[in-house]
Each structure stands twice: as C-alpha cells, then as structure tokens.
C-alpha cells in the first residue's frame, strides 16, 4: 500500500471516500484465454468497490497453460489427402493434419513440397 501510513488510518480515509476494499482468501486464480490460461497460484486477493465499480486486485506467482488442440481426423479426410497427393502412408498424412492443426490444405501442400523429386 502506501509507505509510512498506519492502515487504520488509510482504512479510515478509504471510508471517507466511499471506497470500501476486502480480502478474499483464495487458493489459485485462473483466467481462461482463447489460448491459454493464466494460473495465479497462492493469490492475494483484494476486492475494492468504489463509485459503483467492482476492481479486483490479485497479485501472486503464475504460469501459463496452453489450451491443448485435439484434431479429430476421420478417415475421409486421409483418403481426400490420399487422393490429392499420391501418398499411401497414413500415418504420414496422419501426422501432416495433426501439423497442420486439421487444415487440409495446408496438409496437402506440405505433404507435396516434402515429396517433389
């Protein structure tokens, strides 16, 4: 907070002013991203409402955490890669999509770049 003032005293002029500010006890915050998310872990937690707006004040260690992608490849999709490509290896076609995070296109165009003599 601020340096060489009593807390009492702050609290008393935070009153004065309509700001009124309370801890919350928390174990870990997250804040969920298109992704990622950010992990706040052994937070402190600060709720401040003032002038009918709510500001929560959280500072602690964090980390990032990826959002992990699972692409659903059918078979349709392989024989389409097949057919555009000439190449009979599924498990490389496989691993082109997962690459390619599930765009064909890209799959494909790689797969042919990789297989030109």
Known sequence: MIPNIDPRALKSMM?????????????????????SNIVIENPQVTIIEMSGNTIFQISGSYHEEKHEIKIEINEDDIKFVKEQTGIEDEELIRKAIEDSDGDLAQAIMKLKANNQP
Do not use: N, P, Q
């Not at 009153?15 to 992704?35: C, Q």
């Open 15 to 35: 009153d004065k002013l309509g700001i009124k500010s309370k801890e919350v006890k928390a174990k870990r915050v997250v804040v969920e991203g298109e992704e």
